[in-house]
C-alpha cells in the first residue's frame, strides 16, 4: 500500500488545480487581480501553487513588469509552469518564511491562501513587509471559519470521520487557523505595517458535480495518502460517495452552487 499511496504524490497538484482551482480558487484570483493599483513594475507572489492566480496577475501587467511565483512545493510549480508560459513570470521555488530577495524589492507583494500553513505565520509577514518597497501595496487572503464554507467544511468533516489514526497537522485546522480580523490585524501591525485593514469577502463558487468537488478535495490534498494507507482505493470511494451524498443533501444538487468567504487584508509600507 505505500508504493500506490506515494503515487499519488505528483498527481496531487494536477487533481488540486483541476478540481478545485476552477470552484475554489478562480472567483478569489479573479477578485485579488482587480485590487491592483497603480502599475507595479515588480510583483511577488508569495505560495503561488498552481498559478491560478499566477495567471491572472500576469494578463493584468503591463508588458515591462515582472512577476515572481514562489512556492516551497516543487510539484505545484510544475504544474505552474504548464499553465502559465510567460517571459514576465519567473517561478521561485522557496520558503516563505526566509525568501532569497533583497529588501525593498517588489511593489506589490501578494500572497493568497499561503500564510495558514506557515509554522511561524509572524515571520511570513514580516518576510512581505522587508522585501516590499516603500510606498509598496501588500495584499493577502486566507480563509474564514469552517461552517462559512460549507463544502470544504463537509469534505474535511467526512475524512476525518473515517480515518482512525491523527491526520497530520497540514490537515483541516490549518485552513481555518487565520480567520480571526484582530489576530489578521495584529500580524500585519507587528510586521511594520501601520496602515493595514482587513475585509471580508463573500464570493459565489459553482463546481459542475459534487463529485468534481469530492475528488479535488480528498484527491488534491495529501490526506489521500493517509486514506490509502488505511483503507485503500475501498475506503477511498466510500469517502468520496458520502461527500457526494452529503453535498447534494445539504447544500445543493448539481450543479453545486455556495458561498465561499474569506478574509483580505491589505496594507501599504
Partial sequence: MKDQSSSFEKSIPEVYEKY?????YEPFSKYVTNRILGDPQQVLEIGCGSGRLTNHLVNSLSQTAKLTALDINSNMIAVAKEKVQSYQVEFVHGDAQEMPFEDNTFDFVVCQF??????????G???AWRVLKPRGQFI???WDKAEN????????ETILSHLKASPPAYFGRAYYSMNNPDDLLAYTKNAGFENG????VSLQATCQTALDAAIGFVEGNSIIKEILKEGGPELLQKIESNIVKRI????CQDPVCSEINAWLGEAFK
Fill in 248 to 251: 447534494n443533501s445539504e447544500v
Fill in 114 to 123: 499561503g500564510f495558514m500553513f506557515l509554522p511561524n505565520k509572524q515571520k
Fill in 149 to 156: 464554507n460549507i463544502t470544504l467544511h463537509i469534505s474535511q
Fill in 125 to 127: 509577514f514580516n518576510e
Fill in 197 to 200: 485593514k482587513i475585509e471580508k
Fill in 140 to 142: 493577502f487572503v486566507t
Fill in 20 to 24: 478545485l482551482g476552477p470552484y475554489l
